[in-house]
Every structure is written in structure tokens, then in C-alpha cells.
């Protein structure tokens, strides 16, 4: 587990296939690895990826084949920058949201202009996580927890104060750009719960429409 606050810039420094999958190199930065061993848990980008190799100046992870497929990682090269966040411990501070690593979806970026010292972000999230984006919520987005601050479909705008902006690689964010997501855990845990019962029946059975809210009288007609 995760907070979405990121601890350091890093930089992917090598990407190498093996037999179907990846294996990559990510140099650290200011990212202290004292007390990472093989095995642990590191947050690339809001991807969480298991240490294999601690070469000293960074870490190699493996890439699996679901990763490159429902994330960005397989947009990333040599030099790319990327966001990194340490596990969870019982001692650190929650100064985010729980996050677990596991990307949901891609995004775009579609707008960027400044608001003060801030930068407003309008970002479209694939139409199957729309419901689950929440006016002032929180998402994750490439590993940072953010507050949603509009949402009008599958659309959803952030506004980043300058602190973010230059901790994280969301300065470099243009229209285009595309980003891992990561809906609030909170809110899936939710959709199972009302399902009750249903949710041991097929997808098509189980999913929460607008009458089976009506029915279980969470709607009024």
C-alpha cells in the first residue's frame, strides 16, 4: 500500500525484454534506499513494482504483460522521468489517500492553464471509471493523490499548487499527455457491497444500473 505522496523524481535508465515481458532499470535520485531489500514494494508512476535487483544507485523490477497492457509503461524509454513512492510502514504518515498500486485505467491529459500560482488540469478518464470520480474525491494519478475539483462525465480537473508541481513530473503535463489512474479504493469496495448477493453472479448480472439502485431504494422515481 501507498499514500500518493511522492517521495522522489526518478529516471528509467534501461528497459529490457525478456521472454514476453520487461525488465527495467530505475535509477532513484533523491529516493533514499537504505532500508529497501529485494522483494519490497516500489510505486513507479502509481504502478506498484516488486524490487529484484539493487544495483546501488536505483532498482531493476519486472514489467509483466498485464502491466504494459493497462498502463503507460510501455510509453516509457531510457530517460523518461517517472514519480516514486516507497510501501506503506506502520510509522509513516497518511498524508494522501490509500493507494495500491494497481493502475485502473489511462487518461488524458485534454487542458492545461494556469490558475494563480496553480496550474488547472482537465483530464479524461476512461468511461468506465467515470462513476467512480467523485466531486472532491481523490484519484490517483501516475502515483500522486490528488482532490478532484469538477467532474463532468469522465471528465474530472485538478487544480496543483506549485509545492506538487515541483515535486512530482506534472509539470511536464501537456494536452495529450496520457497518465495511470487510480480510482479511490473506498469507492470499489462500495459498488461490491451494494451488489450484496448478486455479486457472486456473472458481470452482466451483477452490475449496478440505474434500476437496481431503484429497486434496493437507494433512487426514487
Known sequence: MFTGIIEAIGTIRAIT???????VLVETGKLDLADVKLGDSIAVNGTCLTVVELPGNGFWADVSRETLAHTIFSELKAGSPVNLEKAL???SRLGGHLVSGHVDGVGEVIAREDNARAVQFRIRAPRELAKYI???GSITV???SLTVNGVEG???ELTIVPHTLAETIMIDYRPGRRV???V???????????LGDKAS?????????????????YLKH
Not at 479511490?184 to 451494494?194: F, G, I, M, T, V
Not at 456473472?202 to 431504494?217: Q, V
Request: no cysteine.
Open 142 to 144: 501516475d502515483g500522486t
Open 154 to 156: 469522465a471528465e474530472f
Open 201 to 217: 453472479e456473472s458481470p452482466a448480472a451483477g452490475s449496478i444500473t440505474e434500476g437496481f439502485l431503484a429497486e434496493h431504494g
Open 89 to 91: 510502514t506502520p510509522s
Open 180 to 182: 495511470n489512474l487510480e
Open 17 to 23: 525484454p525478456k521472454s514476453g515481458d520487461v525488465r
Open 134 to 136: 467523485a466531486l472532491k
Open 184 to 194: 479511490d479504493l473506498l469507492a470499489r469496495y462500495l459498488e461490491r457491497l451494494l
